[in-house]
């Protein structure tokens, strides 16, 4: 029998980490990487197996020193601290292995530092190096080379997660995207024929989260509508568990614009409890978006982008967005639209980043061959690695800079929230249902629970963020939407939880600014923000 630590570090402070309004939810992070469970849960059951997330508690390297074999995991954004923690294992006789993300787009970048490294998915060659290490056979690198079966998955280990530090859970359903995006590295890692867990699976894993006390789930798919077929019929199933149950979870996923052409799909994701998805929507500028071949958020007859966004908000999903400046067919004046376009799309949550080329991905072959990707120097002072055609370096990243303070600014991000919230008046699914008619002792709860919800954030806020004009901002706003819609809970708990997002939000934007002005060089909140799109992409690869 083996000790085995499983390790993911810490994070750079990020737009998704929400670090700076955390402490106001009650919790120490927001999630946990989906492949801590799931790695655990393809150890044999004779080994021992410890997970541990350094955005929820301290490493204890001492600890680490008594173990056998220490495994890390981790992103691009996080190799900085991956490679402190394998150096530091090592210097104590340890044994490491690592995977995941990194290992999978820049292994050049850990050569030499881990004694065991696995490229790409790694849901059969974990298990593989497990058998042979036991029997000293061991490899020192190991490359799947079929995609997983997800329908042969076990289940995660949630119960080896410390789950009362998180705000959500994390889960995964499928693999792959169709679409042939050209920053993206999903299609180069997962494939393009999404595969996808059978739904037995999916409610083991929704009972697990029930079981950790989680509520909120987000389902980290890349694309949870790759294949629509096939989802619809996982969907109805989650309807029939979340009713069977009275609704104990809400999702929220991330799915691709083309959600908004199929009325079916969007009311089942809404009978649900998918509350809310994140969508790639990237840019307005339509020439930019064939440039980079994401074709489906310009099909002719399906909308323009502002119709697609609204229909799927007239639907009772909340939308969230990314957006990305810096494309060939971008010019300064871009930096103008998308905070215009953000206002007429109501979307108040915008993950807004500077085009960044990921190795493995199209975009990079081509830039590299171009000789248009900045050296480590030039990366570092202008947060990308990307020479832009349309406007210089040091353009692209004052204009990034700018679109952020100005997105985030207390008027325009409230403007954005009550424009969706107030004059809108928007209303998820769940709480127009006919089902609560026939279980009103379970509405009856749920309403309660949520009007304490929203008190307990609310006082945080009030008595927590020491800004007194921030703190006046969002006491105003809190008593706008108990004044506009008083008799619903569930609106008023969502509509703080946002509000605290915009201090996170505002505090990333006002620290770009100001330590840009001081530098001269991008902050790391800023080369987080252009990276972030690389974390949406590996949030879920395996190891």
Not at 388 to 403: H, I, K, T
Not at 443 to 469: E, H, I, P
Request: aromatic share 8%.
């Amino acid at each position: 029998m083996a000790d085995i630590v499983i390790i993911n570090p810490r994070f750079e402070i990020s737009f998704w980490g929400m670090e700076h309004c955390i402490g106001l939810l009650g919790k120490r992070a927001n999630l946990p990487v989906a492949c801590l469970a799931l790695l655990a849960a393809l150890v044999p059951d004779h080994h021992d197996v410890t997970l541990i997330d350094e955005n929820v508690e301290d490493i204890d390297f001492d600890r680490l020193g008594a173990a056998d074999l220490v495994c890390v995991t981790g992103m691009s954004i996080q190799g900085r601290r991956m490679r402190e923690i394998i150096e530091e294992v090592k210097a104590r006789g340890v044994m490491t292995a690592v995977g995941g993300p990194m290992a999978t787009v820049e292994p050049e970048q850990l050569a030499g530092l881990p004694d065991v490294l696995f490229i790409g998915e790694a849901d059969e060659t974990w298990p593989q190096f497990l058998h042979e290490w036991e029997n000293g056979t061991h490899k020192s690198r190991y490359e799947q080379a079929e995609k997983t079966d997800m329908a042969q998955l076990p289940l995660p280990r949630v119960d080896l997660l410390k789950a009362d530090r998180y705000m959500f859970g994390s889960m995964q359903i499928s693999r792959g995207c169709p679409f042939t995006c050209e920053f993206c590295d999903i299609i180069v890692t997962f494939g393009r024929r999404p595969r996808l867990k059978r739904s037995e699976q999916v409610l083991a894993e929704l009972e697990s989260f029930c079981r950790a006390g989680l509520k909120i789930v987000f389902v980290v798919d890349d694309n949870l509508i790759g294949n629509k077929k096939a989802i619809k019929l996982v969907l109805r199933d989650i309807v029939a568990w979340q009713q069977e149950r009275a609704y104990p979870l809400t999702l929220f996923t991330e799915a691709s614009l083309d959600l908004a052409e199929d009325d079916e799909l969007m009311e089942l994701m809404g009978l649900a409890n998918f509350q809310s998805v994140f969508i790639g929507i990237e840019t307005p500028n339509e020439d930019s978006l064939r440039e980079t071949k994401k074709l489906q958020n310009v099909r002719p007859n399906a909308g323009t982008l502002l119709e697609r966004v609204h229909r799927i908000q007239n639907k009772g999903i909340d939308v969230w967005c990314g957006m990305i400046v810096g494309f060939d067919h971008d010019d300064p004046s871009i930096f103008d639209v998308m905070p215009k376009f953000l206002a007429e799309a109501r979307i108040s949550a915008a993950l807004i980043g500077m085009l960044h080329a990921i190795p493995t991905t199209p975009l990079y072959t081509r830039l590299a061959k171009a000789g248009r990707l900045n050296d480590d120097e030039a990366s570092e002072l202008y947060g990308t690695n990307v020479m832009p055609l349309g406007m210089s370096g040091q353009e692209l990243r004052d204009g990034f800079v700018n679109v952020m303070q100005r997105t985030y600014t207390s008027d325009a991000y409230f403007a954005r929230l009550d424009a969706q919230f107030i004059d809108e008046r928007f209303r998820f699914v769940l709480h127009g249902l006919p089902y609560w008619w026939r279980h009103p002792y379970a509405w009856a709860k749920r309403l309660a629970g949520n009007y304490v919800r929203f008190a307990v954030v609310a006082n945080r806020l009030l008595s927590q963020v020491k800004d007194d004009g921030v703190r006046d901002r969002y006491r105003r706003q809190l008593r706008r939407v108990v004044r506009h819609r008083p008799w619903e809970p569930h609106i008023l708990f969502v509509y703080a939880i946002k509000v605290a997002m915009h201090y996170h939000f505002s505090a990333l934007a006002h620290a770009m600014a100001q330590r840009d002005a001081k530098t001269g060089a991008m902050p790391d909140a800023g080369r987080s923000f252009s990276r972030a799109k690389t974390k949406v992409a590996e949030e879920a690869l395996a190891s």
